[in-house]
């Protein structure tokens, strides 16, 4: 397709059938999922419960900027439940910072010293963030530096030990532009997708609607081979951009719901898509 040709407007008729089909889908494999490596409350032990709570049949575990080395293989079977050992990887462009999902990681050398070398950076900030809120609120958050620490486990820390709940501590505290936000060292996006491409079967761009420029990072797809479809946004998106990124650049549709609590499925993909996906990564 060239990049410039407009795409045809879908009537409203076409794009109720369109709504009413993605309700309608049945989903059987959730690819973007954390645990408590990073930020989440499920463990590997936890997992497939969970799973079969929401009638999932695969899960891609995602943690940001770390891989498992429980996970010895691209796709394993724990308790009748797929695991896809996955990784999220925060990385900057020159005018914004995108996240790209790994899925079927066998890892390298290279991706390991850098996931070690991100998570040394994640302490040394998380000690300042900590450092900076205990100095601001004269409090002692119930929380330490260590490996896989973001903010959302600082946001628990300061609910549970101040009067600020935990929207308001990255509203107020923590949130970018915040008086005691400190941003993380991450790499480019070309090291990250180099890293990934070696280490992983599949690498994809994860939620295109939650980046600041959305535009600019589908434009970014032409240099990946998936990208996030399916995910539980807060508010409606415009999937006809998703739908002509995935067609100009011949991109892998994935999808998954994000879950940093036990509550999987709530987006992801079907039986179909899935067999795509599974297809790139074995």
Known sequence: MDMGEALPRPTTREKALV???????MVVADLHV????????LTLETL?????RASVETVAVTDHDRINPELDGPITTRDGIDV??????????????LDLLGYGVEPTAELIAECDRIQQNRQERGQRIIDCVEDRL????????REG??????????????????KEAFEQLIGDGCP???????????RGRELLTDACG??????????????????????????????????SVDTERLEAAIERYDLVPTGGSDAHDETLGKAGLDAAAWERVRAAIV
């Open 138 to 145: 004269d409090v002692s958050l119930p929380v330490e530096p």
């Open 202 to 235: 599949l690498v994809g761009l994860a939620h295109p609607f939650r980046c600041p420029d959305t535009e600019a990072a589908l434009a970014r797809c032409k240099s990946l081979s998936a990208v996030e479809r399916w995910y539980p946004y807060d508010q």
């Open 149 to 166: 620490l973001g903010r959302p486990h600082i946001a628990r820390a300061i609910d549970e030990a101040s009067e600020y709940g935990y």
């Open 34 to 41: 954390h645990t408590t490596r990073s930020d989440g409350t």
């Open 84 to 97: 896809v050992h996955g990784i999220e990887l925060r990385v900057e462009t020159d005018d914004q910072r």
């Open 180 to 190: 005691c936000y400190v941003a993380r060292d991450v790499p480019s996006f070309e």
């Open 48 to 52: 497939p419960d969970a799973a079969r």
């Open 19 to 25: 709504a009413g089909r993605e309700s309608l889908r």
